[in-house]
């Protein structure tokens, strides 16, 4: 069987009587924000736990922090790609397939990351191996939110789409934080920076079994209405316009080339990554270098920025509904705090580090609902038949930027001259750029 045979789309079937659709519609839409929360966490155990590791590596394989730079900036622009380009595929396939071979698939390169340090190469042979590996691994990441996207585009209608979706988002933030935590405990319990990388995959390969039982495709394919139908939620086009499937040229090119609303949330969500993998990326290896801080609290920092996005994800998403679906206003707000944060931890550099987790948890608990905003923004102006490709579009811009502070960032932080004061100067800057991007899209509502 073919790769394209094995992902197409579950076929609709007869559709079940009326009140028995009614009945098992609650909890089939349950299983799809279940299984999809616990799965895109979980990509993020076998996605971040690199960060954390960084120390290990620099004492293992000489990895300074321009060379790991160089390393992030090609991971970025892997993932970027693989989110647009698999997103695209993912629209066209199945779900309950399709996720789980992408985690199976990040599972390996986990495991090919942990072998590859493990058998005595030269340094800079088992660096370009690092880089080469973990950059499939992001690549092969991109199979991970728009199956997600999809799922939740499918199971819950536009006037849900905000609280649900910041409900669902709140799994990166389980997932990356306890990505670092648990990279950084696997480290200190088992004596090897390699458990830092086999134990999330292993962990990965679990999970994507449960998913392979629990996930399903469409409404359609279990014999259910289509939600609109479900929730009478038709604010434009009749109900038919819902379920028509794209071709590549609706896909790539009306929805996405030609739409300029996406280029301008694209073009904001650039900077809103750098403002997110600013300390996601460095933000361990920043307390290491300036604190002088150990794995467990390189690890708790990284805890700390994504747990304090849970509560302000749910909230934000819920008043983005309340104003119309002004993704771009609600977003333009929680960047403001974001800026005073980044500027105390540039007077903080030397100061006591219960002042950076504050200032962290204060970038999380603002960047995450932006970086939740604008991938809802995407299938706001698209369709749900699009939101992977769209979706993608506005990741790949995100990832690019998120490349850009990779590489810029890690080589700032090595110069005299420069260091992590204009390393916190410059992410302001980033930050002050996505402003004036998100005013242009102050008005801008789903389309429907």
Not at 16 to 37: K, Q
Request: charged share 15%; aromatic share 14%.
């Amino acid at each position: 069987m073919s790769l394209n045979n094995f992902f197409k789309p579950a076929p609709h079937i007869e559709p079940l009587p009326s009140a028995e659709a009614r009945r098992r519609y609650p909890a089939l839409r349950w299983a799809a924000l279940e299984a999809t929360f616990i799965g895109y966490s979980s990509f993020y155990l076998v996605r971040l736990n690199l960060g954390n590791s960084a120390k290990s590596l620099e004492t293992a394989f000489g990895i300074d922090n321009s060379m790991m730079g160089n390393l992030l900036a090609f991971t970025g622009i892997a993932y970027g790609l693989g989110k647009f380009l698999l997103g695209s595929v993912s629209d066209r396939s199945n779900v309950r397939r399709f996720m789980p071979f992408g985690l199976l698939l990040t599972a390996l390169c986990n495991f090919a990351f942990a072998g590859v340090g493990s058998v005595g190469l030269p340094r800079e042979t088992v660096f370009h191996l690092f880089t080469f590996i973990w950059s499939l691994n992001w690549f092969v990441q991109g199979m991970g939110w728009p199956p997600c996207g999809r799922t939740i585009g499918h199971w819950f209608s536009i006037s849900e789409r905000g609280l649900v979706f910041s409900v669902w988002n709140i799994s990166h933030n389980i997932g990356g934080g306890l990505a670092g935590f648990l990279a950084g405990w696997a480290i200190s319990s088992f004596g090897a920076w390699q458990y830092a990388f086999v134990l999330p995959g292993i962990m990965a390969l679990i999970i994507a079994l449960y998913l392979s039982l629990r996930l399903r495709d469409t409404p359609q394919s279990v014999g259910l209405p289509p939600i609109e139908e479900y929730r009478q939620d038709f604010p434009q086009g009749g109900e038919q316009s819902h379920e028509i499937e794209l071709g590549t040229y609706d896909l790539f090119i009306k929805y996405v080339l030609t739409n300029r609303y996406l280029w301008l949330f694209a073009a904001a969500n650039f900077f809103v990554y750098i403002l997110r993998y600013s300390m996601l990326d460095w933000g361990p290896k920043f307390l290491a270098d300036v604190k002088q801080a150990d794995l467990h609290t390189g690890g708790f920092a990284q805890l700390v920025l994504e747990f304090s996005g849970i509560p302000s994800t749910i909230l934000m998403g819920w008043l983005s509904d309340r104003v119309g679906g002004r993704r771009g206003m609600v977003s333009l707000f929680c960047i403001l705090p974001i800026l005073a944060a980044f500027l105390g931890l540039r007077a903080n550099i030397d100061g006591p580090i219960s002042i950076d987790y504050l200032l962290l948890g204060l970038i999380g608990f603002f960047v995450y609902p932006p970086v939740m905003l604008l991938g809802v923004a995407a299938l706001d102006v698209s369709s749900k038949k699009a939101v992977g490709v769209a979706a993608g579009f506005v990741g790949l811009f995100g990832y690019l930027g998120k490349s850009a502070q990779g590489k810029l960032l890690g080589w700032m932080s090595i110069q005299p001259e420069l260091g992590w004061d204009a390393v916190m100067l410059t992410v302001v800057l980033a930050g002050i750029l996505a402003i004036a991007l998100l005013a242009l899209t102050w008005r801008i509502k789903p389309r429907g």
